[in-house]
């Protein structure tokens, strides 16, 4: 059986599947996921419910809901819980807030040194986390603001600002100006094009980037762990202390890791039911 259904012409590089190679094609698929997502997630479970698990065994010999019970009946991973909630929220608002105007420049006005202000806004995406955590902590540690939530969000706020910032630009490029221009002609000001006409369409780009920022700032630990640690405990920095390689413990580590998985997986079931296909492919630039 061959993945190539016709001669390919010459100078075209696209290759063509047959309908006899989608179950090949599947197995794929499918066995990729189960080893990339689904075998790590089965082994954190047995994990979390392992009352002892040591070589040669291929599973644990016996289960146990002990720490389960202990992780959710401790008020410190519940309060890190909440603060991770907290700061998640005001992040993505505020997020959204400031990536508003500053994608509406990027889109809509035309400047010199365009190019780079872009690499400027996408800095924090390219360089790496830790690197972003150590030069803002000191800056912070200066202002007064390490050791705080204010500071714990606006460290955070660097990370999610710059991919809200594309995804908005992506989407208001793709309103037309003649909306605007017809809106302006019917009397309306600044603030009554914003409101219906901007911010409407603008719906597929802000649940996109929000739903990403909030994902983001939740399971966000480098910059929360250098700046807010250990007065600001949140789910991954409770996470770190059990993954301490002197006191690693692997069963409490696997229970919080799932609890940092719920967020994410509600959101994102939350949103393919919510969002229509093509609203997430304008709010990630695609359309």
Known sequence: MSAIAAPVPLGEKRIRFTEEDRPLIAFGLFTALGLTVLL??????????????SPPNIVPAAYTGERWAAVLSNSDILNAGLTSLFVSVVVTLATAVIALPTAWAMARIPFRAKRLVEIFILAPMIIPGLVVAVGIGRLFLSLGLAYSISGVILVQIVGTLPLMIRLMTATLEGIPQELIHAARSLGAGTFGVLIHIILPLCVPGLLAGGLLSFVASFEEFDKTFIVGAPAVQTLPVRLYMYLDPYSMQLPMASVVAFLLLVPALIIFVIAGRVLRDDLMAAGMGKM
């Open 40 to 53: 790590p997630l089965a082994l954190m479970f047995l994990w979390s419910v392992a009352d002892g698990w």
